[in-house]
């Protein structure tokens, strides 16, 4: 579990989420 807006972020320009990729 875990927020969702803490893994993905919105672009805006394209509207598409992209996963974060965080070690």
Known sequence: ???F???YI???G???WY???RD
């Open 19 to 21: 996963e974060l990729q």
């Open 10 to 12: 919105f672009d805006e």
């Open 14 to 16: 394209n509207g598409l």
């Open 1 to 3: 579990g875990g927020n």
């Open 5 to 7: 807006m803490e893994k």
